[in-house]
């Protein structure tokens, strides 16, 4: 066990930059708890995962604007997804920048949509910078202040290991589910 902790604290920084490039929520939660532990340290953890998260979307913003055609063959099949980003784009305004950084599912979407506008380049990488800097203090410091809490619920997992399944898969199920019911075809009358 003191093994793999010495692993993380080698290897963590490296591997929470990798996760937050692509969204990191998870990644930040462990780096958190770690780090109430003593095996990592807070503030670097912070902002390793607000670097890679603000550059992740910077670089979706920038290969959907341009990049278009080779970013459209790899999102046909979630043109209803990529729909229900326009939409809440419309509806929140640039509030979406924020929103996105804390729903996993249209965390990678929302910036391809943005991108694929014609919404200013400087505007966004200002809320984004904004946004990811708010996204990494709220989940990493909040996963500091919880680590005992999250450590006890771990412990109870690794006692009762088949917890874990079922709550990734309601997880998952309530997260299918909304994607399903927001991007279904609405029949005119």
Same mark, same amino acid.
């Given at each position: /066990?003191?093994?793999?902790?010495?692993?993380?604290?080698?290897?963590?920084?490296?591997?929470?930059?990798?996760?937050?490039?692509?969204?990191?929520?998870?990644?930040?939660?462990?780096?958190?708890?770690?780090?109430?532990?003593?095996?990592?340290? +807070?503030?670097?953890? +912070?902002?390793?995962?607000?670097?890679?998260?603000?550059?992740?979307?910077? /670089?979706?913003?920038?290969?959907?604007?341009?990049?278009?055609?080779?970013?459209?063959?790899?999102?046909?099949?979630?043109?209803?997804?990529?729909?229900?980003?326009?939409?809440?784009?419309?509806?929140? @305004?640039?509030?979406?920048?924020?929103? !996105?950084?804390?729903?996993? @599912? +249209?965390?990678?979407?929302?910036?391809?949509?943005?991108?694929?506008?014609?919404?200013?380049?400087?505007?966004?990488?200002?809320?984004?910078?904004?946004?990811?800097?708010?996204?990494?203090?709220?989940?990493?410091?909040?996963?500091?202040?919880?680590?005992? $809490?999250? /450590?006890?619920?771990?412990?109870?997992? @690794?006692?009762? $290991?088949?917890?874990? $399944?079922?709550?990734?898969?309601?997880? @998952?199920?309530?997260?299918?589910?909304?994607?399903? !019911?927001?991007?279904?075809?609405?029949?005119?009358?």
């Amino acid at each position: /066990m003191e093994d793999t902790f010495s692993s993380l604290a080698t290897y963590g920084y490296i591997g929470l930059f990798l996760y937050s490039f692509g969204g990191g929520f998870i990644a930040l939660l462990g780096a958190g708890v770690l780090s109430y532990m003593g095996k990592m340290d +807070i503030t670097t953890s +912070i902002a390793v995962a607000f670097t890679a998260n603000a550059m992740g979307d910077m /670089m979706l913003f920038y290969m959907a604007r341009y990049q278009k055609t080779m970013m459209m063959e790899g999102l046909r099949k979630h043109r209803r997804k990529l729909a229900l980003s326009h939409i809440m784009m419309k509806k929140y @305004g640039s509030w979406i920048i924020l929103i !996105q950084k804390f729903i996993y @599912g +249209i965390k990678t979407l929302i910036p391809i949509a943005i991108g694929l506008t014609k919404y200013d380049f400087k505007k966004f990488a200002i809320l984004n910078l904004f946004s990811a800097a708010i996204w990494a203090l709220v989940v990493g410091l909040g996963s500091y202040y919880s680590g005992k $809490p999250l /450590m006890q619920l771990a412990g109870l997992i @690794g006692d009762k $290991p088949w917890i874990a $399944p079922i709550i990734l898969l309601v997880m @998952g199920a309530s997260l299918w589910f909304y994607l399903e !019911q927001a991007t279904k075809k609405k029949v005119r009358k």
